[in-house]
């Protein structure tokens, strides 16, 4: 049986990905724009990083809970972060819901682990990876 907390967090869930498939539907009938906001300033924040990567495994990197899509976005958003930006890696653990650099460093060697043998997680990687190289600055805030 689940808690309270646990049903809520479900709940939320479920209505952020109806929310954004919503959009989504929206933008292909060209009812609305597609949301282009970091990419007309071309800088991307610690933050939006975080965002693209959320935004392609469909989760919130900071939930508390270990449902395999977080887990998988986590090790991802650690393995960005740490290969585009010049955080060390006690400065990545609060953008990724972790206490410690220990942890962010098993979730980047997890990561790379994953993108030699795992051809589904790479192509999100990749997806990342080609969205990064829209921005031209990095703003660490």
Known sequence: MQTIEANIIDYYEA?????????????SYNLIEKDDTNRNNNRVTMKKL???VEEVFDTDVLAKNRKQNTVFARKAAAYVLKKHTSLSLNEIAPYIGVKDH??????VSTARDLITTE???????????NEIKKFNTFVQN
């Open 15 to 27: 209505q952020k990905k109806n929310l954004r498939q919503l959009k989504n539907t929206l933008v």
């Open 50 to 52: 975080v965002g693209l």
């Open 102 to 107: 220990t942890t962010v460093l098993y979730n």
């Open 119 to 129: 051809q589904w997680y790479k192509n999100k990687i990749d997806e990342i990876e």
